[in-house]
């Protein structure tokens, strides 16, 4: 089988420019949430929010670009003219919307996926082949899994994932109407947790398959060895509360790897500090890995949830976690759930193994989980 | 060999199912929840129906037309039971740039004091997708996806590489507007015994038409 390596990385968080940045920000145990400026926040269930220094809503560029271009212009790796780009985001270049509804003046059009993925593509420039793929909060990762297939199945060799998101007043307005951020900052996996933090958040990984890396002795920085996708088929909001859908997502990523589950070493998981996510993926893990506890960690604490940028971010992580044999912290994590304890600490976890397995799941009941090896 | 076994199309004035060879004349999509009560498409109610957007509506409509096409029954049992192992993939023009509208528009006009929860959750253009796997109970893959080009092929072969991969048995590939709808169910023909099939090459091939009339008509002539 064709495998599918990971050569090149990197993020724009709340704690500023760079993974090693994130990195470092998530061991300082402190969190990245802060008071949103950007728009009035009075009526809405928090003021605070992960926004990334700096940014300002602008007439001629988007938060999301504003994001992504400084990101790809200093890429350590050149991206090679016939690499296919997968976008994934759940909301774009919404500012477009927000303007077109306020003054009427802007083309709502401007703020399709597609739009932001023909800028992408001018800025990398790539030979003009790409898509953008959008499943709620588990966008970037069902991303990777579609470039994995796509190389694995030999249709491209090269492949650019990006992930985006900003934090606007159109999608805190909306989360606040379902009442499901935390009205201070989020705590996963802590008994008093109440609820997500918004981030805001751009990444990319560059993919290939391992021949046409050796071929450009390209550097690897790890494997995407399995996934599993699910659905819960259940709410549309809400996750299944016994955490089956999950439970299978990992069963169909263990499968796919080629690997039983005492081969992995460590679970970045979704982690959102809503009530149900946290418990149900407790519930999903603990039925997987039974009385085997392994490090499980979110990096949510620290960086809020940045819906479509979520899971390709914390693949990043995973594999720099994987590199280093330790897990970060889970930030704001004080009084630790029950169904957490043994497996969620505040503190960094190392580990032995060459394998870990990274989470995600959102609204409509996806899961996604993908099995990661260095 | 992965072939389709079923697909269900929609559009402001009829519906139908190519492989049955069967199609109908509609009074608007206002009245086609009742009407495909009564004749059994939806084998039972599908609940919130009322506060769906437009795309989560045809959604429905096209993906009930497909699995009724596939042969493929269903029941609210699977909220207890068994789901499906069937993922949804879907594509479209516009995403939810309409639903984005319709609720930035209701919260500014509230005077931003509050959104309303049931107009956000379809500003994702996974939502409507969402909605189908919800009522008929498919528990793979799901995800939305546009494409710069070919945009039924593009769909329909990310379908088929999700059942060569196993992320799951059958595959739905939908292409949901306002205006129109069309489904496309995808199985492995060796799980499939007898069924009546239709080859993914030939089906891509009439599916890359440049109007949803000339799309049906191509597709209603494939053997």
Same mark, same amino acid.
């Given at each position: ?51 990334? *220094? ?9 938060? %999301? ?31 477009? %919307? ?9 083309? *709502? ?51 650019? %994932? ?20 935390? *009205? ?12 997500? +933090? ?112 979520? !899971? ?45 397995? +990274?989470?995600?799941?959102?609204? !409509? !009941? %996806?899961? +996604? ?6 | ?25 509609? =009074? ?65 023009? =516009? ?105 993914? =090459? ?11 009339? =000339? ?9």
């Amino acid at each position: 089988m064709i495998k599918v390596v990971s050569v090149a990385a990197d993020m724009v968080t709340s704690y500023g420019w760079g993974t090693d940045v994130c990195w470092e920000g998530l061991f300082s145990g402190k969190t990245a949430i802060r008071p949103i400026e950007r728009f009035p926040t009075h009526n809405l269930q928090t003021g605070n929010a992960a926004t990334v *220094p700096g940014l300002t809503m602008k007439p001629d560029e988007s938060l %999301v670009m504003q994001m992504l271009r400084p990101l790809l212009d200093k890429s350590s790796i050149e991206i090679p003219y016939d690499t296919f780009i997968i976008l994934a985001t759940t909301n774009g270049d919404i500012e477009f %919307v927000q303007r077109f509804v306020l003054d009427e003046e802007n083309n *709502p059009e401007k703020s399709l996926p597609d739009c932001l993925l023909d800028k992408i593509m001018l800025l990398t420039g790539t030979f003009g082949k790409g898509m953008v793929v959008s499943s709620a909060c588990a966008s970037s990762s069902i991303a990777v899994s579609r470039a994995a297939s796509l190389i694995r199945n030999k249709v491209y060799d090269c492949i650019l %994932v990006i992930g985006c998101d900003c934090v606007s007043e159109f999608v805190t307005a909306g989360f606040s109407s379902l009442m499901a951020l935390d *009205p201070d900052v989020a705590k996963p996996f802590d008994k008093n947790r109440q609820g997500l +933090s918004l981030g805001e958040a751009a990444g990319y990984m560059l993919l290939m398959s391992e021949e046409r890396a050796a071929k450009g002795n390209t550097a690897v920085m790890g494997e995407v060895a399995g996934w599993g996708l699910t659905n819960d088929a259940n709410h549309i909001t809400g996750p299944s509360r016994d955490g089956s859908g999950l439970y299978q997502a990992i069963y169909t990523a263990l499968k796919s790897a080629g690997i039983a589950e005492n081969k992995i070493g460590s679970i970045s998981a979704h982690g959102t500090g809503t009530v149900y996510n946290d418990s149900m993926e407790m519930k999903a893990i603990r039925s997987v890995f039974a009385e085997n506890t392994l490090p499980v960690y979110s990096v949510k604490g620290g960086i809020g949830h940045t819906l479509g940028a979520a !899971g390709l971010l914390e693949i990043i992580i995973s594999f720099k976690s994987l590199d280093k044999k330790i897990t970060p912290p889970t930030v704001n994590l004080f009084d630790i759930d029950e169904e957490a304890e043994g497996w969620v600490f505040p503190y960094p976890q190392t580990f032995e193994s060459s394998y870990t397995l +990274s989470t995600n799941s959102g609204f !409509g !009941g %996806v899961n +996604s989980a993908l099995i990661l090896k260095i | 060999m992965i072939v389709v076994t079923g697909i269900g199309w929609v559009n402001h004035k009829e519906y139908g199912c190519i492989i049955e060879k069967d199609k109908k004349s509609h =009074e608007g999509f206002n009245s086609l929840h009742s009407c495909f009560k009564n004749e059994s498409i939806f084998l039972y109610p599908v609940k919130n129906f009322g506060r769906f957007d437009m795309i989560s509506r045809t959604t429905c409509f096209c993906a009930a037309l497909a699995l009724k096409d596939a042969g493929i029954s269903y029941s609210n049992d699977h909220k207890h039971a068994h789901k499906r192992d069937m993922g949804i993939m879907g594509t479209n023009e =516009e995403g939810c740039l309409e639903s984005n509208i319709n609720y930035y528009k209701d919260y500014i006009d509230s005077g931003r004091i509050l959104a309303r929860g049931n107009l956000f959750v379809y500003t994702l253009p996974s939502t409507p997708l969402a909605e189908a796997a919800i009522h008929f109970g498919l528990s793979g893959p799901l995800l939305h996806m546009s494409f710069k080009e070919n945009k039924l092929s593009s769909l329909l072969g990310f379908a088929k590489r999700s059942i060569i991969e196993k992320e799951a048995t059958a595959m739905l590939a939908v292409n949901a507007e306002e205006s129109d709808a069309i489904s496309f169910v995808l199985e492995n023909k060796d799980d499939i015994s007898n069924k009546r099939s239709l080859t993914l =090459e030939n089906v891509i091939f009439a599916a890359e038409k440049s109007s949803f009339d =000339e799309m049906i008509s191509a597709l209603s002539d494939l053997k």
